[in-house]
Structure formats: C-alpha cells, structure tokens
Nanobody, 128 residues
C-alpha cells in the first residue's frame, strides 16, 4: 500500500502563487509515476500534470501549461506542484495520485484509470 498526503492549499488572490506538496509513504518503490488532478464543484475530476519518478520531463494539461510546474524529490518521496499566476478558474480540490503502471512517458499518465492510489485532496481557492 501507498499513502499520499497533500498539503499547501489555501486561499490566494488572482495572480498569486501556491505550492502544493504530496508526500508518499509505504511501498513507494512500487510507484512509477505521480499525477496531480483537480475537481471543481459540479465538475469532473480533471488532469493537471504528471511526472515519472525515474526521470524525464513532466507533462501538463493545456489549461495550466506555463503556469504550473511539477517537481519531485525522490529522496523524500515527495512531489510538488508550484502554481503561479493563479486564476479564479483554478479553484478546486487538488489531489495527487500514484501509479504502479509503467509507461515510458509522463504524457501517458493523463487518465484517472492509470492511478492506483489517491490522496485526500487539498482545497485551493483563488479569489478575483
């Protein structure tokens, strides 16, 4: 089993920044990739970005490309989501997820079905 705990959410004004963290524990050696998703009220959960643990560049949804950055600290089994230039439409519960499925590229991890473990989520609210 893998446990995921997100932190770093909060309230920020439009144009501001936040950094989310996702700390993994348990059988972390079984994970190949980490992803970030978000879900706004009344909407489906949507892909934000993903990164493969072994290396390579992260992949982002078009809606956040150029504003959000994913980084990882393998030694700490932690993935970060740096969110800059935040917009009110970025308001959502953000969740991280871990995948035990192997794909060569981060871009292959866009679907929710690719993930095996999920964190509880952290609220991000962007005021206008």
């Amino acid at each position: 089993q893998v446990q995921l705990v997100e932190s770093g959410g909060g309230l920020v004004q439009a144009g501001g920044s936040l950094r989310l963290s996702c700390a993994a524990s348990g059988r972390t050696f079984s994970m190949y990739a980490m992803g970030w998703f978000r879900q706004a009220p009344g909407k489906e959960r949507e892909f934000v970005g993903a990164v493969v643990w072994s290396g390579g560049s992260p992949y982002y949804a078009d809606s956040v490309k150029g504003r959000f950055t994913i980084s990882r600290d393998n030694a700490k089994s932690t993935v970060y989501l740096q969110m800059n230039s935040l917009k009110p439409e970025d308001t959502a519960v953000y969740s991280c997820a871990a995948s035990r499925k192997y794909y060569s590229f981060s871009s292959s991890y866009q679907g929710k079905e690719k993930y095996d473990y999920w964190g509880q989520g952290t609220q991000v609210t962007v005021s206008s």
